[in-house]
């Protein structure tokens, strides 16, 4: 409701096996933090844009979280990771992702990260599933 966030846990949660929930509880807290204490300094209830912009990022980072956490649950996903010899650069732009790197990803990552899903797609298709 107005003037109301949810954080970490609260705000989305994904997967008991991947623990990402200190990580998430703490960035989102910092997050809310900063865009609610200014006007939380003037005495005012932070207006629904501001809202809006936590609620979006911190939806661009959870869907990220949910597409590795669900993805590694499938052939393709493990296939490609742990592919001998790996594309080492894919590899840690998807590591990055994993230790939390997932609301602001450098281009670098964005485009490593793509190739990686790219491949697992593929990978995925040759077992049938979609």
Known sequence: GPGWLNVGDAAGFVDPVYSAGI????????RAFDLVCPSLLRGEVPDAQVLEEYGRWFGTGLTRFKQYIYGYYTPGFRQVFFS???LESMRRAVVSILAGNVFSPSRRIRFWTSIFWFWVRWENRKHGLR
């Open 84 to 86: 001998d010899p790996p």
């Open 23 to 30: 990580y998430l509880a703490t960035v989102t807290a910092e």
